[in-house]
């Protein structure tokens, strides 16, 4: 049998004929030295050439990171001044606080011990709003008594004029309807500045208001004299025409169909500013020869 010949024996052999194959073509190995040196040195050249453009950009990176660094830096320089600056104003803030703290209690006091000076004034004031309306109402009391007393003494002192008589004198026909008013003084003391007025008409309404303006004759009694108590003054009044006889028929008529009316008024004073008056409306009955009295201006003070 032949003998085998080792397995990796072409690959031992190799170097063998690669080392032979570059001795027996010397100047093929030289050119390719020469070349494999060239690719190497311009391998070399551009790895050096890429190296020192990576430098480059490493440097611009440095520089870059450097500059970052630097604003970082400063950045934080200025963060740090501005917590810095907030601390202070967080401490004058606090300070503030704390004052203005020290201040309220110092004032809820001042405003307690105000309240109280206050609730104490309000009571004093109380007291004298108390004590004035107690003294005004005294005094108004006061005032009231003596008035009505100064009234009552007055009353009982005062001169008082009232009608005691009102009598027909004369009513004939051709002459004027006469008629005389009789007033007493029933009071305490004499009257003063006493005037009389007594106004006499004809007419057919029943108790009519007296007339404004009354024609008075000029023998009417118009005195401004002092009247004593128990003392009796008379006043007259006549008519401004004589009775015609139609008249007279229609007074004297069942029932009258006219009357004859006296209206009188006496205006008097006490002397110490008391101002009074006295006043009689009527009209005459000829069936009873009275004077019947008037709804109205029937009055005195």
């Known amino acids: 049998?032949?003998?085998?010949?080792?397995?990796?024996?072409?690959?031992?052999?190799?170097?063998?004929?690669?080392?032979?194959?570059?001795?027996?073509?010397?100047?093929?190995?030289?050119?390719?030295?020469?070349?494999?040196?060239g690719l190497i040195f311009l391998?070399?050249?551009?790895?050096?050439?890429?190296?020192?453009?990576?430098?480059?950009?490493?440097?611009?990176?440095?520089q870059q990171t450097q500059i970052l660094i630097g604003q970082q830096k400063e950045?934080?320089?200025?963060?740090?001044?501005?917590?810095?600056?907030?601390?202070?104003?967080?401490?004058?803030?606090?300070i503030s606080a704390d004052a203005a703290?020290?201040?309220?209690?110092?004032?809820?006091?001042?405003?307690?011990?105000?309240?109280d000076s206050l609730a104490e004034t309000r009571k004093a004031a109380n007291a004298a709003v108390t004590q004035a309306s107690a003294s005004m109402s005294q005094a108004s009391t006061a005032k009231r008594s003596t008035d009505i007393a100064d009234e009552t003494l007055r009353t009982e002192?005062?001169?008082?004029?009232?009608?005691?008589?009102?009598?027909?004198?004369?009513?004939?026909?051709?002459?004027?309807?006469h008629i005389m008013v009789a007033y007493q003084n029933f009071g305490h003391s004499a009257s003063r500045n006493t005037g009389f007025t007594t106004t006499t008409w004809r007419d057919i309404k029943v108790c009519a208001d007296p007339p404004k303006e009354s024609p008075i004759l000029g023998i009417d009694i118009h005195s401004h004299s002092t009247v004593p108590v128990n003392v009796t003054k008379f006043s007259h009044g006549y008519t401004s025409d004589v009775m015609p006889q139609e008249w007279i028929d229609l007074i004297q008529h069942d029932p009258p169909l006219a009357w004859v009316y006296v209206y009188s008024r006496a205006d008097y004073e006490d002397g110490k500013g008391g101002k009074y008056f006295t006043e009689f409306y009527g009209?005459?009955?000829?069936?009873?020869?009275?004077?019947?009295e008037c709804p109205t201006h029937n009055d005195a003070n």
């Open 1 to 37: 049998m032949p003998i085998k010949k080792p397995r990796f024996n072409w690959f031992r052999q190799r170097p063998h004929k690669a080392i032979a194959w570059f001795q027996g073509h010397e100047k093929t190995a030289s050119w390719l030295g020469a070349v494999f040196t």
């Open 43 to 62: 391998v070399t050249a551009i790895y050096a050439t890429v190296a020192y453009f990576q430098m480059r950009a490493m440097n611009a990176t440095v």
């Open 75 to 94: 950045s934080l320089t200025y963060a740090k001044t501005q917590a810095e600056a907030a601390k202070t104003s967080a401490d004058a803030a606090k």
């Open 101 to 115: 703290k020290i201040q309220a209690d110092s004032m809820r006091e001042q405003s307690g011990t105000l309240k």
């Open 157 to 177: 002192r005062r001169p008082s004029l009232g009608v005691s008589g009102v009598s027909m004198v004369e009513l004939a026909v051709g002459k004027p309807a």
């Open 283 to 292: 009209r005459w009955e000829i069936k009873t020869s009275t004077f019947a």
